[in-house]
């Protein structure tokens, strides 16, 4: 990736971009290597998810973003020994970690796929329902990728999606990004609803874009969720994900003191008694695959 030194304004905003997207190298390989420290930090949504999920007791469940596999794990789990869970993800390197934690688990009801599950050939009707923690706010076509997700489950289905809700209402997600824009000639993002963290944080959309995907009896619910984490694993998060964390080994040396001095001071205001705390803003989002109900 090319050092940041005193760029334009648009090299900068191509770089977050890039750093976005870029699932299967630096940032795929931050989250395993942080992987204990952001489960514990999401294990409350993941519950949240797993219990939505096994509801109506499927027997075969896709996991969109799975990652490195807590939330195919924890339905795979609660499935056992009759149902299954299968996780679908873009980064090898998270599949990968994914696949030796079924193992030493001895998971034998969860599996892993690679690939794009906007463009994935799954079975037709070879799902019973479908989830996602986070998972499905990157796709460049969402309403193609919901159709081609749809495809892949039987006739009443069900999905259930937690998504965050917008950067104003989740301070603590984008609180290094703001300390760090203005040195690093980062602007707002032109477009609120381009591949990203909160592309799917206008309700109304995600309704739309559902139903033209074939998709019915769509809800969308407001959720605020408490996460925790310690003060050491802060500091990790802060230096190692989200756009910031992904540019700062780019850096020119003094540029990169000072946005590391910054990023310090941005997270002070979520330090509770030596520890982190903040709220999740999210939308628990659910609808039903198929043709509607007569």
Known sequence: MPRIINGSKEEAMEQRKGSELAWDGRRGNAWVDLQPMLDRLFFPLEQILADA??????????????????????????????????????????????????????????????????????????????????????????????????????????????????????????????????????????????????????PDRVARLLRAAGWHSVDVVSLDVRCRMTEADLHRYARCLGPVGMILPSLESSLRDRVLAVLDAAFVEFLIDGAVQFDAACWMVSAQAGSRPC
Not at 53 to 71: E, F
């Open 53 to 202: 999920a096994v509801t109506q007791s499927p027997r075969n469940v896709l996991d969109v973003g799975c990652g490195t596999g807590a939330t195919t794990l924890a339905i795979a789990r609660r499935l056992a020994p009759l149902g299954t869970c299968c996780g679908v993800d873009i980064s090898e390197a998270m599949l990968d970690h994914a696949r030796h934690r079924a193992m030493a688990e001895s998971a034998k009801n969860a599996r892993f796929l690679a690939g794009d599950a906007q463009r994935y050939r799954f079975e037709t009707g070879s799902f019973d329902a479908v989830v996602s923690r986070f998972g499905v706010m990157f796709f460049d076509d969402p309403e193609a990728a919901f159709a081609n997700i749809g495809n892949a489950v039987a006739p009443g289905g069900r999905l259930t999606s937690l998504v965050w809700r917008s950067r104003e209402e989740n301070p603590f997600m984008t609180a290094a990004e703001r300390a760090a824009a203005p040195l690093l000639g980062w602007g707002a993002p032109v477009d609120p609803h381009e591949p990203g963290q909160f592309a799917w944080s206008d």
